[in-house]
């Protein structure tokens, strides 16, 4: 399920789902533990009114959901035309303090006084546990607390009168044939059973007069820690300071961080400017304190497979911060430098992927391939980075934080790439490709390896290391030369995915190339400068994609990542995989980069039609109906909607150091 909401301080993240309800919830980092990921754990919200009982998620109620403007703190609306209820739900993670609190507005929409019940339930797997948690009711503090070994949170919650919740109780989730204490208040009723270990939920509620036509509010939050102490701590100081002044407090830090992207804002037409904005602090949601940008932390693709995508791809997290970069985010993409020399390894390089604490994360590539030891990595996830800083000293001229991490970060990356080079092609050795497919050389991972040494190399230059710059810029215009003649295929007039060279019967080497139309090819060739945009290469490519997915430029077409991608695939005739905001993201940076500015705003104004009120996108859609497929949001679609707004405002014959022309900067 889509989560049309994320809030985040980067050290709790909570995701929202499209019925209001909290679906995921992160701490003490983001993407890292998430202690509500089951397949029906969700923290429902009901609602008891004249002996008729509703949750949220019972289909009974009409939902309006979106941030307030500009700031990370969710707008929702749920309304129930036969009880009569409107449930406005504003909510967000403090951006101080390490708990998620809601100002619950309750309104009467019938022309009589009525008794009306709200029930506010939580539900935890702590640390992904199945089974140790306690849930326990705290009398002193009137609050509900959830534990378990270094977890500990605390609910509280207050009706307008500052009186806490007028009924709790605790009790069994999902074993010995009880499906959850939550069951127990759909009579209206809770039975106050103060304490449960195992798997277990709490419910709270309160019991509320509303005058006809009338309202009243109850604020609610969940204070987390490291033990009860900590948790008690926090739980004082939201209950002390009140959950509204909290929420105020919130939203201003929200706004005063968007100020470095206001002057450019400002040039955006006003229909997509309120979608940018909600990009923006949609990929900073996703931003971990220590340095790790999580690819997404909607978990619902768990439910039917064997992971989701709560982790740090090195790769993802550069393409998130380049935008932020281009805006002026400098900490964001320096915590991710710190982050990434954590990472690296001794040879130089950098893993599949990582846990937001620094971590491998898991990973299906093996040490071995063909009877050949080789690094389970994709190359290219180590090149951008060292792209990335070349970008970064680009923007900001700061000496200083090339100085930093040349020796730790820069130089030992750069020496890998140079020395991870086939003698006998002058190419990158093979590695697994971006889509974690594929294990060979291929043209995408080449382009961002070629403009990764050219980058290290000018870095080199700016820290007088010349000898390692005339070793970088070689290698560099060795692999240049050689993509020319290697990687197009003039047999489909496209650049070839990628090629592996293996040994023939004589002892000697054979070239098996790799065809498939894929749209990263594409892009690496002419993003990374490894081909001249103007070139037929590229040219008598464009023309093939147009073919292979049968779009023209007068009329927006989302395309896949590669033609016949199985991935989710929807298995329609005819279909070539499912559509990726990515890609078709892609080909609007392409418009601008060859002066098809019309058709470029109009692929930005198609991505941003489809896009939920809250600005979310997802990884990929239904081929037929464009319903999200994969997780939503995706930081990555996120941060190519921002990337191709700031082409579409700034100069796009501006150059980059560190790559060929054409380059973005």
């Not at 605390?154 to 999902?174: E, L, R």
């Not at 277990?200 to 490291?226: M, P, Q």
């Not at 804002?265 to 949609?282: A, V």
């Not at 993802?316 to 430098?337: H, I, M, S, T």
Request: aromatic share 14%.
């Amino acid at each position: 399920m889509t989560r049309p909401i994320v809030l985040s301080n980067g050290n709790m993240h909570v995701g929202v789902n499209l019925y209001g309800m909290v679906h995921d919830f992160y701490y003490p980092y983001v993407g890292l533990e998430n202690h509500a990921t089951a397949n029906n754990m969700r923290w429902r919200v009901g609602v008891w009114v004249e002996g008729k009982f509703s949750w949220l998620d019972d289909g009974s109620w009409e939902f309006s959901i979106d941030y307030e403007h500009g700031v990370l703190v969710s707008d929702i609306s749920a309304r129930n035309a036969n009880l009569g209820i409107i449930l406005e739900l504003q909510g967000c993670v403090d951006s101080e303090y390490n708990a998620y609190i809601r100002n619950i507005h309750v309104i009467n929409e019938f022309d009589r006084e009525r008794e009306v019940r709200l029930f506010l339930h939580q539900v935890m797997r702590i640390s992904n546990s199945l089974n140790g948690d306690t849930a326990q009711y705290l009398p002193d503090d009137n609050a509900i607390l959830h534990y378990k070994g270094r977890r500990a949170f605390m609910v509280g919650a207050i009706n307008k009168d500052n009186q806490p919740f007028d009924q709790f109780s605790v009790g069994v989730y999902g074993i010995e044939g009880k499906e959850g204490t939550y069951r127990d208040a759909e009579d209206g009723i809770l039975s106050g059973n103060p304490v449960e270990h195992g798997s277990v939920d709490s419910v709270i509620g309160f019991n509320l007069k509303l005058e006809a036509h009338g309202s009243t509010r109850v604020t609610y939050w969940v204070a987390a820690g490291r033990d009860h102490n900590e948790a008690a701590e926090v739980f004082k100081v939201i209950k002390s300071a009140g959950v509204y002044a909290r929420i105020v407090k919130t939203a201003d830090f929200w706004r005063t961080w968007l100020t470095p992207a206001t002057n450019f804002m400002d040039h955006i037409t006003p229909e997509l400017r309120t979608p940018f904005g909600k990009s923006l602090l949609i990929i900073k949601a996703h931003i971990d304190n220590h340095g790790a940008v999580i690819a997404a932390t909607d978990t619902t693709m768990r439910n039917f497979s064997r992971d989701a995508y709560a982790y740090c791809w090195p790769r993802d997290g550069a393409y998130a911060l380049w935008p932020l970069l281009r805006l002026g985010y400098f900490d964001e993409v320096k915590n991710f430098f710190h982050f990434c020399r954590r990472a690296l390894q001794p040879e130089g390089f950098l893993m599949h992927k990582y846990q937001a604490d620094g971590a491998l994360g898991s990973s299906w590539h093996p040490y071995s391939v063909a009877g050949r030891v080789v690094p389970p990595i994709q190359e290219d996830e180590t090149a951008i980075v060292v792209f990335l800083l070349g970008q970064y000293y680009q923007m900001t001229q700061d000496k200083a934080v090339v100085e930093e991490f040349y020796d730790t970060l820069i130089r030992p990356a750069a020496n890998f790439m140079a020395s991870y080079i086939d003698e006998a092609t002058k190419l990158p050795h093979a590695t697994y490709d971006l889509w974690e497919r594929h294990f060979l050389t291929s043209t995408y991972t080449t382009s961002v390896v070629y403009a990764a040494l050219l980058a290290a190399a000018k870095l080199a230059e700016v820290t007088d290391h010349q000898q390692d710059a005339v070793q970088w810029q070689t290698v560099a215009d060795d692999i240049h030369d050689a993509a020319q003649t290697l990687l197009f295929n003039p047999d489909r007039n496209f650049f070839y995915k990628g090629f592996i060279r293996t040994k023939d019967d004589k002892g000697g080497y054979a070239m098996m190339y790799e065809d498939t139309v894929d749209v990263s090819s594409f892009y690496g060739a002419f993003m990374f400068g490894l081909f001249d945009l103007d070139g037929p290469e590229v040219q008598k490519s464009f023309e093939t994609l147009k073919k292979t997915f049968q779009f023209s430029e007068e009329k927006v077409t989302p395309i896949p990542r590669f033609e016949h991608d199985e991935y989710y695939n929807m298995d329609f005739a005819n279909n070539t995989g499912n559509p990726w905001f990515i890609t078709t993201l892609w080909m609007a940076q392409y418009y601008m980069e060859t002066g098809r500015v019309e058709q470029a705003k109009n692929t930005i104004m198609w991505v941003r039609d489809q896009m939920l009120p809250s600005g979310v996108l997802a990884e990929q859609m239904h081929p037929l109906t464009h319903k999200f497929m994969s997780v939503a949001p995706l930081v990555w679609s996120q941060a190519e909607f921002l990337n191709s707004i700031i082409d579409l405002i700034s100069d796009p014959s501006k150059e980059i150091q560190g790559a060929e022309p054409h380059a973005k900067s």
